[in-house]
């Protein structure tokens, strides 16, 4: 099948106030499937915004991109003009923003903020637009669509403003659905609740998505795919459960250490100390040389400060960045 | 470190007893109209020494109420919160400025919690300069002595927090909490900003704290699986009443309460042992 979207050698780089540019990302290349969830998952500073960011070019005035293409539909996003990036935006390729108190206006009904989309892409005459919202809303709220449509975001809980935002994302029947961070400020019962309707959507709309997030736990379920990003470089790449039952990277072995076989587990070691993975988070800077991971990589070998290394096929659809595995 | 909390019989008194602890906030609705808001509705409970309780509950449970008002940030509308032995709800102004630096919060984000033009030493100083006990040398000293005390390295002593990596802010925000002495900490949901890898890095940190300061925690979270592994006991709270309050395991693994069971099954699934699930 092909790919609804292939990113290519992705590099962003922003320039600091003192103007030395600081890489971000650094040779990202990934293809999303129809109906695929990729999930990205990283650390702050890993370069998972820019990622999103620059897939829709909407980097802040700093930041640029330093080379790579994103192919939607077999057609370069880097060279569409602004007009068409607009209609692609919320059209074919949807977002959806972590904080859903800052994404939706403070002074608008939740169902003309969804109305609002459908208006702006044109797909409807204008007096569909009110049938098709309706519609869109009794999607995502099973119970008391009429209401949440009516009320404004103060009136809605984080979680109900964050199926607002969902409701906008598919309005437009999107081919792609980038999502960054959308449950990181709710708490767990309404994570939950959140992560059932990005599966349930994903299994009845049928769009490919991807799922950005810091917490590897989220992704069962849910991402048929993983690509951990560390460093601004995609590490390793693979289906999620092949990742995460075995993890080939020293920094995805780590990660994923780092979490309790389970609950009983964590009781049981209660009190003990934890296994950490040592040393700070990457910070970028220009002068770097050499893997991105070997100041903190417990395998670390001579060769990991010498040269960055390349990626690795170990398999079908895996992919790892590791001097241990090239040969 | 003296024993404080024996009293002069041999019995032991908790550092920190909190008893019906009530606060209400007044707010208008959209009419206009004055409403009461019970953020915290009766609530109770005690720590040891050198012990942890985790209070856990969903956003809007009263958890953070509770926080400010242990810290002497606000008022409690009625009921006695004894800190080593002494009801500082009860006491003159003057007389809670002697015990506030005993009790130290720690916030959740320590990018928004630290004066972002200080340089970490700075930031260090503060609290040692109001107290006005320490000349500039020894208040010097004790800042570099905190730094090692967290872990982190004398160099980043004149860089303002923006250069520092969210592990390392962390670790700041808990040495100038520890610049005081202080016997008790308040960790707000102090390990939900951080990283996963950079996590297990600061619980080790707050364990080894405990052992040889035999600090004192009330860990406010929703995060179950880090107060699992925290806390000697964990309370539950809704709607600003404690719900089910016991030591660690048994909440865990017998929970009595509805709220309780209902976080527990907003858990599993985060955890690995549901992963190998999408085999299918």
């Known amino acids: 099948m092909t790919a609804v979207l292939e990113i290519q050698d992705l590099s962003v780089s922003y320039r600091t106030p003192a103007g030395e540019p600081c890489p971000a990302l650094a040779g990202v290349s990934l293809d999303l499937k129809p109906g695929e969830v990729l999930g990205v998952l990283g650390e702050s500073g890993s370069g998972k915004s820019t990622l999103a960011a620059a897939i829709v070019r909407l980097l802040p005035p700093n930041g640029h991109i330093t080379g790579g293409t994103v192919l939607l539909d077999g057609k370069s996003l880097s060279q569409s003009t602004s007009e068409e990036l607009r209609q692609i935006r919320g059209g074919r390729l949807a977002l959806i923003f972590q904080e859903p108190s800052l994404a939706l206006h403070p002074t608008m009904r939740a169902g003309e903020q969804v109305r609002q989309v459908l208006a702006a892409h044109g797909f409807l005459p204008t007096s569909a637009l009110k049938e098709k919202t309706r519609q869109i809303f009794a999607q995502i709220f099973p119970q008391d669509a009429e209401r949440i449509s009516r009320s404004y975001p103060h009136q809605l809980s984080g979680g109900q403003r964050q199926r607002v935002l969902i409701a906008q994302a598919i309005a437009c029947n999107p081919a792609v659905i980038i999502a960054d961070e959308p449950t990181a400020s709710l708490d767990p019962t309404t994570q939950l609740e959140i992560l059932d309707v990005f599966r349930d959507i994903r299994e009845r709309l049928g769009l490919a998505m991807i799922f950005i997030t810091h917490n590897p736990a989220l992704l069962s379920g849910l991402a048929d795919r993983v690509l951990i990003l560390y460093g601004g470089r995609a590490v390793e790449l693979g289906p999620t459960a092949e990742v995460l039952a075995s993890p080939r990277h020293p920094y995805t072995k780590a990660l994923i250490q780092s979490i309790p076989a389970s609950f009983d587990e964590r009781i049981a070691n209660r009190k003990t100390r934890m296994v950490a993975i040592a040393g700070d988070s990457w910070r970028s800077t220009s002068s770097q040389r050499g893997c991105c991971f070997e100041p903190r990589c417990v395998e670390a070998m001579d060769i990991c400060r010498e040269r960055e290394p390349a990626l690795v096929n170990l398999g079908i659809n895996r992919t790892v960045s590791c001097f241990k595995y090239e040969s | ?280």
């Open chain 2, 1 to 280: 470190m003296k024993a404080e909390s024996a009293t002069t019989d041999g019995s032991l008194q908790p550092l920190l007893k909190v008893e019906s602890l009530v606060k209400l906030y007044m707010k208008r609705n959209l009419a206009g109209v004055q409403e009461e808001v019970r953020a915290l509705d009766g609530v109770s409970f005690a720590i040891e020494a050198g012990t942890t309780l985790a209070v856990v509950g969903e956003s809007g449970s009263g958890k953070s109420t509770l926080a400010f008002c242990v810290a002497c940030l606000e008022n409690p509308t009625s009921g006695s919160i004894c800190f080593a032995s002494r009801n500082i709800v009860a006491i003159s102004e003057r007389h809670r400025r002697k015990v506030r630096p005993q009790i130290q919060l720690i916030f959740q984000d320590p990018a928004n919690s630290l004066n972002p033009r200080w340089s970490a030493l700075d930031i260090l100083n503060e609290p040692l300069a109001l107290q006005r006990k320490l000349n500039r040398e020894e208040m010097k000293q004790r800042a570099y002595g905190l730094l090692d005390r967290v872990g982190l390295p004398s160099e980043i002593a004149n860089r303002p927090p923006a250069e520092l990596s969210g592990g390392q802010r962390q670790r700041l925000a808990i040495a100038r909490a520890l610049a005081l002495e202080p016997k008790l900490l308040i960790l707000d949901e102090a390990l939900s900003a951080i990283d996963c890898s950079i996590q297990a890095q600061i619980v080790n940190l707050l364990m080894d704290l405990q052992t040889s300061l035999r600090m004192t925690y009330l860990f406010i979270t929703h995060d179950l699986s880090m107060a699992a592994h925290l806390a000697d006991e964990i309370a539950v709270m809704r709607r600003g009443r404690i719900v089910e309050h016991g030591p660690t395991e048994k909440v865990l693994q017998q929970p009595e309460s509805e709220t309780t069971q209902q976080l527990l099954k907003a858990m599993p699934r985060m955890i690995r042992p549901a992963l190998p699930e999408m085999q299918r």
